[in-house]
């Protein structure tokens, strides 16, 4: 953030982060430093210069540290979550590998047993993602053509509320945030997150940023609308549990109805359209999909993890570093 705020690139120079990590997936400099490379391509930061981004040292700082973290999305998936090859239809292959999916349901302890603080947490670590919903997957559009470019808008005109700005999935987010007290401020809790936390966001925008990636972008949708509605139904009957009138649950309720429509949609139009048109992007399509399910198999191991252990999924609080609105 220095070479940003001092629009100095040499502050970029062998920066510590770059070097090999362990688990890139978590680390918290790496994700801090991708979600600030790719905030620079959605609303920027106060302060900062526009024109950074697009910064010759900062991409290719960002495009190391993808590689990192692409290089381990890979070596995990092959290692733990493999995908068969296969001749069936993606399509097909899309509903196997969602149905095989057995990693620990945070959807079902928000449903039961989470306290109110709990669900605060919960609300905070996906206001990063949230509170730009459907952007990400956004930058696909111009890199589509048919039928999959026709599915791929269908969807987000449901995700941006059908044109009408008070029905955006951001903007309930927004009155979800409020509604419990929360900051509502578009990147206000990035420093209270970790590293797992911000991989959610990063994997969608390293994805949609990059066209040779085009194909894991729309599988990475297609797991993200196969497997959100029931969870939602679940996050939705948790906060009425804890009281939350109909006002606060209306972004859970939306998605219960939203992406059961979307589900077919995105595995048969979107990525079955985009194979048939390009079939070598078939096995980036499974790629992509496996990345979501692993990646929020991590953040949950995260969350309920440090739920069992009696204590905070986050850090303390500190949001020097927010994102221009």
């Known amino acids: ?47 900062t210069d526009p024109t950074w981004e697009w910064q010759p040292e900062l991409i290719a700082v960002r495009r190391e540290l993808e590689g990192h973290l692409l290089d381990a999305l890979h070596r995990d998936l092959n290692r733990e979550h493999a995908v068969p090859a296969s001749t069936e239809p993606v399509a097909r292959r899309l509903r196997t590998l969602v149905d095989s999916d057995d990693g620990p349901s945070l959807s079902r302890y928000v449903q039961r047993d989470a306290t109110a603080e709990q669900f605060r947490e919960f609300v905070m670590h996906r206001s990063l993602y949230q509170l730009k919903e459907a952007d990400p997957h956004t930058w696909a559009v111009p890199r589509l053509g048919g039928r999959s470019k026709a599915a791929l808008i269908e969807i987000q005109i449901d995700e941006y509320g059908g044109g009408d700005p008070a029905r955006m999935h951001s903007e309930l987010y927004r009155t979800l945030l409020r509604s419990l007290g929360l900051d509502d401020t578009y990147g206000a809790y990035v420093n209270a997150v970790p590293g797992i936390a911000l991989a ?119 949001t020097e570093l927010v994102a221009a609105g």
């Open 200 to 318: 959610i966001s990063n994997v969608m925008s390293m994805f949609g940023l990059r066209r040779d990636l085009r194909g894991a972008l729309v599988g990475h949708l297609a797991a993200y609308e196969m497997t959100s509605s029931e969870p939602c139904r679940r996050y939705a009957r948790g906060l009425r549990r804890l009281e939350g009138d109909a006002a606060e649950c209306e972004f859970y309720d939306e998605h219960v109805t939203a992406d059961a429509l979307h589900e077919q949609l995105a595995a048969h139009d979107l990525c079955g359209g985009l194979a048939a048109d390009e079939p070598e992007l078939a096995e980036d399509i499974l790629f992509g999909a496996a990345s979501s399910l692993y990646v929020d198999t991590r953040f949950a191991q995260h969350v309920l993890g440090s739920w069992q252990a009696g204590r905070t999924s986050l850090y303390e609080p500190a």
């Open 1 to 47: 953030m220095s070479a940003l705020q001092h629009r100095d690139p040499t502050l970029l120079i062998d920066l510590p982060f770059t070097a090999v990590c362990a688990d890139p997936l978590t680390d918290d400099d790496v994700q801090l430093a991708l979600w600030t490379c790719y905030e620079l391509h959605y609303r920027g930061f106060v302060d």
